[in-house]
């Protein structure tokens, strides 16, 4: 096994392993168990063992960007992990789900009323990646910029038909 993806995640992100929740903790200890026995077994069942590890690890990864996603510097590896045939459709479904989009952003914003007077740098706080400038359009959104002087910009639906 080349190297523990989980294990490099935890240390990149600065995130002890007692911190973890207990489920995960142990999780993680199963993990280094059958890590252990790989010298140990036959070249036939190390291939079995190699392949159940890597699932495992993209596993407890999942899990660990899932617990801390809103704590994590360094959680851009999420679509790297999706794209793994080892992860299960279901948490990749799941996953996919959690995925904060720039129309997502936008629709949280218009959601909670706030449609008017947001400056460009809210925007780009609050994970907003898109190019943003004089009128830009993202997904079923427009930003309308509404000052001469300022990046203060304006969210505008855009119809259907459109």
Do not use: C
């Not at 990749?92 to 129309?103: L, Q, V």
């Not at 400038?133 to 959104?141: A, F, P, R, S």
């Amino acid at each position: 096994m080349k190297e523990v993806k989980f294990k490099v995640f935890l240390e990149a992100n600065k995130v002890k392993k007692t911190d973890l929740p207990r489920p995960l903790v142990e999780k993680i200890g199963i993990f280094w168990k059958l890590h252990k026995l790989l010298d140990s077994i036959q070249d036939s069942d190390r291939d079995d063992l190699l392949e159940q590890l890597e699932q495992l690890d993209y596993e407890i990864l999942g899990e660990i960007e899932e617990e801390y996603e809103d704590q994590l510097e360094n959680n851009d590896r999420l679509e790297e992990i999706l794209k793994s045939p080892l992860v299960k459709k279901s948490i990749k479904d799941k996953a996919k789900s959690k995925i904060r989009t720039d129309e997502s952003i936008l629709q949280e914003l218009v959601t909670m009323g706030r449609m008017k007077n947001i400056r460009r740098s809210v925007l780009k706080s609050l994970g907003v990646k898109s190019k943003i400038e004089h009128d830009t359009v993202i997904g079923k959104y427009q930003l309308k910029r509404m000052s001469f002087f300022f990046h203060v910009y304006g969210i505008v639906p855009l119809k259907k038909g459109a």
